[in-house]
């Protein structure tokens, strides 16, 4: 099976950085989008950013020009650096990556445990 490990959550003061990690381990063949989501408490789970194997990206107008993702393909690694954050942006964060475990297997979307952020003002 695949796994996806997380790291890198804490506690941090208001303007300060954290830089996520998230790692796919497993029988994989290829990885295509990765990504990060996040849940606050009360609220749906919402997408904070994602890369394609190409490296394009996409991010929440939230987050744009404070977060910056980024991959590593060579250790199918997914990386979210935080900058400048606010106490909204603290929420439980959540690796996704869509794999393909042989070529001529569907691809599926497989999910971290999260981790969570806490951001203090």
């Known amino acids: 099976q695949v796994q996806l490990g997380e790291s890198g959550g804490g506690l941090v003061q208001a303007g300060g950085s954290l830089r996520l990690s998230c790692a796919a381990s497993?029988?994989?063949?290829?990885?295509?989008?990765m990504g990060w989501y996040r849940q606050a408490p009360g609220k749906q789970r919402e997408l904070v950013a994602r890369?394609?194997?190409?490296?394009?990206?996409n991010y929440a107008d939230s987050v744009k020009g404070r977060f910056t993702i980024s991959r590593d393909n060579a250790k199918n690694t997914v990386y979210l650096q935080m900058n400048s954050l606010k106490p909204e942006d603290t929420a439980v964060y959540y690796c996704?990556?869509?794999?393909?475990?042989?070529?001529?297997?569907?691809?599926?979307?497989?999910w971290g445990q999260g981790t969570l952020v806490t951001v203090s003002s």
């Open positions: 497993g029988v994989i063949f290829s990885i295509s989008t």
């Open positions: 996704n990556a869509f794999v393909y475990r042989s070529f001529s297997q569907n691809g599926y979307d497989a």
């Open positions: 890369i394609t194997n190409g490296g394009s990206t």
